[in-house]
């Protein structure tokens, strides 16, 4: 019994990131603009949209702090620009930090027509938060 319950807990544990994640194509974001969940909550006016080669944050003082992204269908060790505006669909969400640094989110989940999407970062060189980042869409 032990044996077939270590073996139940093994698959699901190997099953589970690959059922939790979706793939989402670029064309469905550029142009989109999100709020982080707690952002949307308390109505403040922060928000963050999508380019086709950019991922802007909007701050509340009116100042703005693009990074280049690109989706990949695996976590990739280094951001790759060469990807940037070109790679199409993915799983995973890269977004460049600085020559040194770049985060990785797994696409959790994405529906436009609810207006949700669920990121989960991924890399393990970057503090970030435990929990995954709930976005409200706030313009498709």
């Known amino acids: 019994m032990k044996k077939i319950l270590s073996t139940l807990y093994i698959i699901l544990a190997c099953a589970t990131p690959a059922i939790a994640q979706v793939k989402v194509s670029i064309s469905e974001l550029v142009g989109t603009k999100w709020q982080i969940s707690t952002v949307y909550e308390r109505h403040e006016s922060a928000y963050y949209e999508f380019t086709k080669k950019e991922f802007i944050w909007h701050r509340d003082d009116g100042t703005t702090w693009?990074?280049?992204?690109?989706?990949?269908?695996?976590?990739?060790?280094?951001?790759?620009?060469?990807?940037?505006?070109?790679?199409?669909?993915g799983c995973y969400f890269n977004k460049y930090i600085n020559k040194d640094h770049f985060t990785c989110?797994?696409?959790?989940?994405?529906?436009?027509?609810?207006?949700e999407m669920v990121l989960e970062l991924k890399n393990e060189k970057?503090?970030?938060?435990?929990?995954?980042?709930?976005?409200?869409?706030?313009?498709?």
């Open 66 to 89: 693009p990074s280049s992204f690109y989706l990949s269908n695996t976590i990739p060790e280094k951001f790759d620009s060469t990807k940037v505006g070109v790679s199409t669909s």
């Open 126 to 140: 970057f503090i970030g938060p435990d929990d995954p980042i709930t976005f409200i869409l706030i313009k498709k």
């Open 105 to 115: 989110y797994a696409i959790l989940s994405f529906d436009k027509s609810k207006g």
